[in-house]
């Protein structure tokens, strides 16, 4: 039987390629969404992943949602903790709901998904948490103090949690891509753009797809002495 695996943020972007790519992969596959439903919709007719909304901000819509996915597909074996959001701004521009969205999202949503999945794999003696942070959460970003603070308490979580983890089966690993293809970055202007790109060695934006293929090796089983890492996958932009 097909290991069951969710992707919150799954229907758009980075994290519609994990999702596509671990259907590929054989396993039995979940998106979740906040608020596009027209993408969601979209998204399940051309792969034929079901979709599940939800906001990760919050712990009891967290602990709904992953009892309607387990209802109508089985445990969940695979979390990849993708949703996120920005709110940018200079901190001295900051407000404090700029502020708070972001954490609630980035870095809650992160223990709002977990939380409830973690008794569960705890018995059934396997798991795989992935966590989707950012090179922005290692090397800090202009106007992003809220998002460089959230993603780098992922990193964070994934090192502590991977500790509780390991006995019992479960590993616990984050990934953190660079500057990725996705429909906002491709939304700026080309100079920005050019710039961007003229900081990264290997001399490309990185592709969904090559964020998606890192998921699934720490989703697989060859992956099982793997725990408590981080991932970076940025081009060579920023080395660790």
């Known amino acids: 039987m097909a290991r069951v695996a969710l992707v919150t943020g799954g229907s758009r972007g980075i994290g519609a390629a994990i999702a596509k790519h671990l259907k590929a992969e054989g396993y ?17 007719e051309e792969t034929g992943i079901p979709t599940y909304k939800w906001s990760v901000a919050d712990y009891d819509e967290c602990v709904e949602g ?8 089985g445990p969940i074996d695979i979390l990849v903790n993708n949703a996120g959001i920005t709110r940018d701004a200079p901190f001295h521009k900051m407000t404090r709901e700029q502020w708070s969205e972001v954490m609630d999202t980035n870095l809650s949503g992160v223990f709002n998904m977990t939380h409830p999945l973690w008794n569960g794999m705890r018995e059934r003696k396997f798991g795989r948490i992935i966590n989707i942070s950012s090179i922005n959460g290692q090397k800090g970003q202009f106007a992003q103090a809220n998002y460089s603070a959230a993603k780098a308490g992922d990193i964070g979580f994934t090192k502590a949690l991977a ?60 992956a099982g002495f793997v725990t408590g890492s981080t991932l970076t996958a940025n081009g060579g932009q920023y080395m660790t």
Do not use: W
Not at 66 to 73: F, G, P
Not at 203 to 222: H, K, N, Q, T, Y
């Open 163 to 222: 500790q509780e983890g390991a006995r019992a089966g479960i590993t616990v690993n984050v990934i953190c891509p660079g500057y990725v293809a996705t429909d906002m970055v491709m939304a700026v202007p080309e100079k920005v753009r050019d710039s961007i790109i003229s900081t990264i060695p290997v001399g490309r934006l990185g592709e969904p797809e090559d964020i998606a293929r890192c998921v699934a090796f720490l989703a697989s089983d060859d």
């Open 28 to 44: 039995s596959v979940a998106a979740s969404f906040a608020g596009n439903e027209e993408a969601a919709a979209a998204f399940t």
């Open 66 to 73: 992953v009892a309607k996915v387990e209802a109508d597909l």
